[in-house]
T-cell receptor, first 112, second 111 residues
Framework: DQQVKQNSPSLSVQEGRISILNCDYT??????FLWYKKYPAEGPTFLIS?????DKNEDGRFTVFLNKSAKHLSLHIVPSQPGDSAVYFC???????????FGAGTILRVKS | NAGVMQNPRHLVRRRGQEARLRCSPM?????VYWYRQLPEEGLKFMVY????????ESGMPKERFSAEFPKEGPSILRIQQVVRGDSAAYFC?????????FGSGTRLTVV
């Protein structure tokens, strides 16, 4: 039962343009959402998060949008840079929970 | 302040052998989580431990897998009698209660 889904296995974007990575979830008990970035042979590193009481959170070039009614979130990266090329994982957590439920990831390639 | 340290980075075991994966959390972190990533999949939660206690093991296979986090020393994920399907990347994360930091993982290959 995939509670967190990233339906695009890969995305290719030109340097300087916007990258939009999407994530859908099915469990309405999730109340906190995170994005992680992962390079090959390394562990995931935290990128940005959003609580269910918000619909947007911004940190530099990264913005996460949450649409609770659609159970959908997205990560926007603008402008995209070649160093952003990595696998991006969406993750969700229940209120008062500790464990994260991850999506399968989206490979982002930023071409220079 | 070193990050989360996992060793070994790569581990090769023959079918039927035992695999021991070690995780030293960040200094001051008393919560440890183990996740497994199978090829082409996301990370799947296995177990959550605090010092000397297993808090949530709902993601652990019922047989052959065990985890501990002793008062002294690293957390250990132990897989007995490994099978080819155990081949995966195993990631450990630690926290003080909120906000994970992941280690670089142990890639287990069963031949």
């Amino acid at each position: 039962d995939q509670q967190v889904k990233q339906n695009s296995p890969s995305l290719s974007v030109q340097e300087g343009r916007i990258s939009i990575l999407n994530c859908d979830y099915t469990n309405s008990m999730f109340d906190y959402f995170l994005w992680y970035k992962k390079y090959p042979a390394e562990g995931p590193t935290f990128l940005i998060s959003i609580s269910s009481i918000k619909d947007k959170n911004e940190d530099g070039r990264f913005t996460v949008f949450l649409n609770k009614s659609a159970k959908h979130l997205s990560l926007h990266i603008v402008p995209s840079q070649p160093g952003d090329s990595a696998v991006y994982f969406c993750a969700a957590r229940k209120e008062y929970g500790n464990k994260l439920v991850f999506g399968a990831g989206t490979i982002l390639r930023v071409k220079s | 302040n070193a990050g989360v340290m996992q060793n070994p980075r790569h581990l090769v075991r023959r079918r039927g052998q035992e695999a021991r994966l070690r995780c030293s959390p960040m200094k001051g972190h008393s919560h440890v989580y183990w996740y497994r990533q199978l090829p082409e999949e996301g990370l799947k939660f296995m177990v959550y431990l605090q010092k000397e206690n297993i808090i949530d093991e709902s993601g652990m296979p019922k047989e052959r897998f065990s985890a501990e986090f002793p008062k002294e020393g690293p957390s250990i994920l132990r897989i007995q009698q490994v099978v080819r399907g155990d081949s995966a990347a195993y990631f450990c994360a630690s926290s003080r209660g909120d906000g994970y930091t992941f280690g670089s993982g142990t890639r287990l290959t069963v031949v």
